[in-house]
């Protein structure tokens, strides 16, 4: 991993191949989310990886207090700026999927493509209602110092009863433990952030780059919603319905992923 100086912290980032860029927004809790689709050839030998840990997450500048959507975006900006990347395909996961929609309100000079992940647009659909017990459980574990029990009650929740061996055969070793680590920042941090992030029906309208919606065929009923109201919302969006996955997408099959992305990309070029 390398280091930028971004905006007053440090952001880890690896750079890996050549080609058209591809910027990889990863979301709460598993920093090294994107590390399955970073090692699928058909993106690898084809196209410039950026992947970057977001503030407060594994070597990145951790902060107690909360940080806004709208200054990760900016992040992201400057973190491409400062590798030279005047426009790139833009993929952001869950957390990270919010923080790439803001890019694209910021900065759509920034943006060819946009591929959003199951973005977290929790709060702007009716099922959420069915989550927030259980996520005022995991909250509620936190704030008693149950950090592993919370982080494995959120996963349990979004990811299904078996995301334990889908972190621990498709992530880097310690995966699990890194995101005990980084709870702070998923609890303290971000949640109090998308609570208080604003996107409109207008916002969306505005977006006008080619944009593909992702949905795990085994995904929360909340994630369906949301890819209706992307599709509902936002103009030029096609769909991509991902086999055998639920939230975590691409750590359950990053080879259907990385096809589906590379046929994205191919059909919108940079040049």
């Known amino acids: 991993m390398l280091c930028a100086s971004i905006n007053g912290v440090e952001l880890e980032y690896i750079v890996q191949g050549s080609g058209e860029p591809v910027v990889l927004i990863h979301g709460g ?7 399955p689709l970073m090692a699928q050839p058909l993106l690898a030998n084809h196209y410039r990886m950026i992947n970057y840990h977001r503030r407060g997450f594994a070597g990145s500048t951790h902060s107690d207090s909360v940080v806004s959507i709208r200054q990760q975006a900016a992040d992201c900006n400057e973190l491409m700026e400062s590798l030279d990347t005047d426009r790139a395909h ?15 309100i910021d900065a759509p000079s920034k943006i060819h493509t946009l591929s959003l992940l199951e973005p977290a647009l929790v709060g702007y659909v009716q099922s959420v209602s069915e989550l927030i017990p259980k996520l005022e459980s995991s909250v509620d574990m936190y704030k008693k110092g149950n950090i592993v029990q919370a982080i494995d009650s959120f996963c349990q929740l979004i990811g299904g009863s078996q995301y334990r061996s889908v972190v621990d055969n498709a992530l880097p070793p310690g995966a699990f433990d890194l995101a005990v680590a980084d709870g702070d920042t998923f609890f303290k941090v971000e949640q109090p952030s998308l609570q208080s992030w604003g996107f409109t029906p207008e916002d969306a309208r505005s977006i006008n780059q080619p944009v593909l919606s992702v949905l795990g065929t085994n995904s929360e009923r909340v994630f369906q919603q949301i890819h209706e109201l992307i599709l509902s919302w936002i103009p030029r969006t096609e769909t991509l319905i991902l086999p055998n996955a639920t939230h975590m997408l691409h750590m359950m099959n990053p080879n259907g992923m990385a096809e589906d992305l590379e046929h994205f990309f191919s059909r919108h070029p940079l040049r």
């Open 29 to 35: 809790i598993y920093a090294d989310s994107y590390f």
């Open 90 to 104: 833009i993929v952001g996961h869950s957390y990270g999927g919010t923080i790439a929609l803001q890019l694209a």
